[in-house]
């Protein structure tokens, strides 16, 4: 939601770095230089030293080189190829009981003392409107630390003639599988982020995300129709070793293959066409109350939208009330300790420590160690999410490290951490879950998405719908929706699957804030079924 | 303002083209400075300044291309610039669908800077913050908001003569007021050029207002209701009407796409006075004097008397298809009646008046039809008077049908869009039979 007049104005600067090229030269772009370290502790201190003398109470930096690239292709033509680096710091400091932040791009000792000097200047002139002084839980430094994400294959480091031949590959199987179109795509993002606090913590961390994809349109010409059918690939939390298609990260059946650690973009894009085939030519979905067997490739955007968002603290405190909105779940429902948001079998985790997952850090990024915490323990509510100055508003005296920027050049507020349904403890696999639906929908990805700015009311659609019938699949149905209240929804759930179907969905670029920023999450599930759910039918004519 | 004057900026242009070898060579050079301030809670939470300015540039020989981007403008990094870009392009496949750079084009001046504008400072944002704080407190509400404003500049050069400048300004200004008890919440928002338009004691009075008077709304049946839109309410479903143009018609998938092939331009498809269209020079919505590619904006009906008239063509699809390569919109103009909206309402006899709508999204790209909400501020109207607030409610409902039931529109008025943040002029409007599908405890 940036302003895109800016870039209508300015397209090339808005296209900037789209590079259709064969091989990628690192050394053109500079592009996987890392922060040089040495110099890193003396940045920091100058910004920090700065800030103290400034009068600052408190005061924590960031230096951040943040690098992104991608690869495009549309049928048999490579669409783009783009990188983008970022190098920069910002400073946040507490002064009169108030917050200012200042970036800059220009990373030296002078620049930093510059910034934080600034930083503290906008404290002390928002001041006389604070009438909440910033209230901080204390954190113990962690001296000199890092934090690495697991990769085990450096996305950066891959040619990008690899990246442009699997592309093809992928285009070139769609189109032979009967595709009319196809776009695919590999996004790559590495932040080599430095911290550092007052409160004595050097944290140096690198973190890493991959984003493939694709999306297949079938057409009838006769009728005019098509239909779509994107990639069940998720984002994740990995280096490119996720494109690896090895056998532990596929799921089959019911209905098609699945994929958890590893995706198999070439399996997934063959299947492709002719299951967009079959939902153009599928019988329109009779409207009414179905029995909903939820995978988690469309699990995750549910889980997002009504437990996710919800919890979040700022939102419940009213400070998103201009634009995402507030919540449902109040303080006082809290509070009682017994507020009922789901069915026993629902409990709701949140972490930011998750393998593979988008959200893992070692550190957040006011400094504090990451964790798991429940949300919703068996149907009841019982936390939120906090950052360092929120945990007292709930009596408590430790932030939850959910603090996030999406650049060096952005304040950094309280974001959401993967946020999960735990699988059950009992055994249950998808087909045994589905033998015992008699009228239901078997739903596969991700689609359309809308909930209400408490987060009450939802309405969200799917990829692949599949019709069951006494216990089996009964094939496609098209036009499926879905629309519940949360708590109501969230009751209804009386299955969830063990751990062995758990898989992890996700988003690439959750947003919140003005101006917006970004940030990337996950969400976890094994596949849950829920009874007596709404759905429309929403084919129209025109 | 701090920025480049054209002169300044076509200095730096000039020494980048002289640098390149290839056989063509864009340049682009852009910055500004924007400023905010947010409030939530009745207290000021964060503010701040920017500046940002930025280079960049494509390189081609023959159909292969490269680009880079650089923020530091001394003569070694713009060398070391062009030399990249270049190399990048020698690396490049061929691509089929590379247009070479236009020549010299014409840019018609277009209204959008305001010296005003670009004159604001941190005191007129903490102003219009503590002013709007005190609305609020002084009626029991809690307000959030969020004023943003930026002064831009943009100038682009080629190796086939193409030069262009020009610089734009931007104000926007929300607010979201709340009753203590949670039980009430009205929204008013403001988007112009010119600072001059911003009347924040305004918006903070309406969005005050519609929080009082949208306390212990009534819950009422979903269903098809006649409906008085406010342009916020209406202008994100009804900007997806642009958001296609031929090739995607052409390759049929798209709702102008027509069963049998070809497209359903010409069609009537909406009410005889729905006309859509976009003109860089109108005073009140102004937009930049170019599109991304170069080609200069300018003025098209794309839907004249419920009818597509025209749709944008890139400028490969339009030489492959043998069509004039009409630039796509850069604002949005809906034309409408005299009526204000107090005028609409008083002439409604029974329907529902929406403030806001809120998280549309695509339910099915074949017939447009979109999902959202209402928010903040959603009343009953009988017999021309609002008589109570009402739950919000779910829609699911398709621009094109929706403006098929077109009952009665009046004067556009200028509207912020977040999603394609273009300016936008809408006409408050009735409709009739607006398809509700459930309701939403939501405040």
Redesign the interface.
């Known amino acids: 939601?940036?302003?895109?007049?800016?870039?209508?104005?300015?397209?090339?600067?808005?296209?900037?770095?789209?590079?259709?090229?064969?091989?990628w030269?690192p050394d053109?772009?500079g592009a996987i230089t890392p922060i040089p370290s040495a110099d890193k502790k003396d940045l920091a201190d100058a910004a920090l030293n700065a800030a103290r003398t400034a009068g600052a109470t408190y005061a924590d930096v960031r230096i951040a080189r943040s690098l992104s690239q991608f690869v495009s292709a549309r049928e048999r033509?490579?669409q783009g190829i783009g990188g983008s680096e970022s190098y920069g710091a910002g400073i946040r400091v507490i002064a009169s009981g108030t917050?200012g932040?200042?970036?800059t791009?220009v990373v030296t000792p002078d620049g930093l003392a510059a910034a934080a000097r600034n930083a503290v200047a906008?404290a002390r002139?928002?001041a006389?409107?604070?009438?909440?002084p910033v209230q901080l839980a204390p954190q113990k430094g962690y001296g000199t630390v890092s934090w690495k994400t697991p990769i085990e294959k450096n996305g950066f480091d891959v040619p990008v003639a690899e990246k442009v031949d699997l592309l093809m590959a992928v285009n070139d199987a769609a189109l032979k599988a009967g595709a009319?179109?196809v776009n695919s795509r590999i996004a790559l993002v590495n932040e080599q982020k430095y911290f550092a606090s007052t409160d004595g913590s050097y944290i140096d961390q690198d973190i890493h995300r991959i984003f493939p994809g694709f999306n297949v349109?079938v057409?009838d010409?006769?009728?005019?129709?098509?239909e779509?059918r994107g990639s069940l690939s998720s984002p994740m939390g990995m280096g490119y070793e996720y494109l690896a298609a090895r056998p532990a990260g596929k799921f089959a059946g019911p209905g098609t293959t699945k994929y958890g650690s590893y995706y198999d973009m070439l399996e997934d894009v063959q299947l492709a066409p002719a299951q967009a085939k079959e939902k153009l030519a599928a019988k329109s979905v009779l409207a009414g109350k179905y029995d909903l067997v939820l995978d988690p490739s469309h699990l995750w955007l549910t889980i997002h939208e009504s437990a996710g968002h919800p919890t979040e603290l700022d939102r419940v405190?009213?400070?998103?009330?201009?634009?995402a909105?507030?919540s449902?779940l109040?303080l006082d429902k809290w509070k009682t300790g017994t507020f009922n948001y789901g069915s026993p079998e629902v409990t709701i985790v949140a972490d930011k420590t998750q393998p593979h997952s988008l959200g893992a850090v070692g550190y957040d990024d006011e400094g504090v160690k990451t964790k798991e915490w429940t949300l919703i323990r068996n149907g009841i509510l019982v936390d939120y999410q906090k950052t360092r100055d929120q945990a007292h508003i709930v009596g408590q005296t430790a932030s939850d490290g959910c603090s996030y920027a999406q650049s060096w050049?952005d304040?950094q507020f309280q974001r959401m951490p993967n946020v999960s349904l735990r699988p059950a403890e009992k055994p249950l696999t998808p087909t045994q879950m589905i033998a015992g639906v008699d009228k239901g929908i078997y739903i596969i990805g991700d689609g359309?998405?809308?909930?209400?700015?408490?987060?009450?009311?939802f309405?969200f659609?799917g990829k692949l719908f599949y019709e069951i019938k006494g216990g089996k699949l009964a094939g496609m149905v098209r036009?499926v929706?879905y629309?519940a209240?949360t708590r109501e929804f969230w009751n209804s759930c009386v299955q969830v699957c063990d751990r062995r179907d758990y898989r992890l969905g996700g988003a690439f670029n959750d947003g919140k804030g003005?101006?917006p920023q970004s940030s990337a999450v996950s969400h976890g599930s094994s596949t849950a079924r829920f009874n007596g759910v709404?759905v429309?039918n929403?084919?129209?004519?025109? | 303002m701090p920025g480049l004057t054209e002169a300044e900026a076509r200095a730096i242009l000039e020494k980048v083209v002289k640098l390149s070898r290839a056989d063509a060579c864009e340049v682009s050079l852009g910055g500004g400075t924007s400023g905010n301030i947010r409030f939530a809670r009745n207290t000021v939470t964060t503010s701040g300044e920017t500046e940002n300015m930025g280079l960049s540039i494509r390189s081609s020989f023959g159909k292969r291309s490269g680009s880079t981007s650089v923020n530091q403008f001394d003569d070694a990094t713009l060398e070391r610039a062009v030399r990249r870009a270049e190399e990048l392009a020698r690396l490049a496949p061929e691509d089929p669908e590379f247009m070479p750079p236009l020549g010299p084009q014409t840019y018609a001046p277009t209204p959008g800077f305001v010296q005003a504008t670009a004159d604001i400072s941190p005191d007129y944002r903490a102003a219009l913050a503590g002013a709007s704080i005190a609305a609020a407190k002084a009626r029991d509400c809690v307000v959030a908001g969020f004023l943003d404003d930026g002064a831009r500049w943009s100038a682009r050069l080629n190796s086939a003569g193409l030069f262009g400048y020009t610089r734009s300004t931007d104000v926007t200004y929300t607010i979201t007021a709340r009753t203590p008890d949670g039980l009430g919440s009205g929204w008013a928002g403001q988007d112009a050029n010119d600072v001059a338009r911003i009347d924040g004691a305004a918006a903070a009075r309406i969005a005050v207002e519609k929080a009082v008077a949208s306390r212990d709304a009534r819950a009422i049946e979903p269903g098809k209701y006649t409906v008085v839109l406010e342009p916020a309410a209406s202008v994100e479903l009804i900007q997806n009407l642009l958001n296609v143009d031929a090739r995607n018609a052409d390759e049929g998938r798209s709702f102008l796409s027509k069963s049998g092939g070809g497209t359903r331009v010409g069609e009537k498809l909406m009410d005889e006075r729905v006309t859509i269209y976009s003109d860089p020079a109108n005073p009140d919505a102004p937009a930049g004097p170019w599109v991304g590619d170069g080609r200069p904006s300018q003025r098209t009906v794309w839907i004249d008397k419920g009818a597509y008239q025209n749709l944008a063509y890139s400028r490969y699809w339009a030489e492959k298809q043998g069509k004039p390569a009409l630039p796509g919109p850069t604002n949005f103009i809906m034309n409408g009646g005299t009526d204000s909206l107090e005028d609409l309402i008083r002439s409604t006899s029974r329907g529902l008046l929406v403030t806001r709508t809120w998280y549309i999204r695509s339910v099915d790209p074949q017939t447009l039809l979109f999902t959202g909400l209402t928010r903040d501020g959603t009343f009953y109207i009988e017999d021309g008077q609002i008589k109570y607030a009402v739950k919000n409610m779910r829609f699911n409902e398709s621009p094109v049908i929706m403006l098929n039931n077109l009952d009665a529109l009046g004067r556009p008025v200028r509207v912020r869009t977040d999603e394609t943040g273009q300016p936008s002029l809408v006409p408050p409007m009735r409709i009739r039979d607006f398809n509700f599908s459930s309701l939403s405890d939501a405040v």
């Open positions: 939601m940036e302003r895109r007049d800016f870039l209508q104005y300015s397209g090339l600067v808005a296209g900037a770095l789209a590079l259709p090229v064969r091989e030269r053109l772009l033509k490579i917050w932040f200042a970036a791009n906008i002139a928002n006389k409107f604070q009438t909440e009319n179109f349109t057409i010409k006769a009728s005019g129709k098509f779509n405190l009213g400070y998103e009330a201009n634009y909105g507030t449902f109040t050049s304040v359309s998405f809308s909930i209400d700015q408490q987060r009450y009311n309405q659609s036009d929706a629309q209240n003005e101006p709404n429309l929403t084919a129209r004519k025109i």
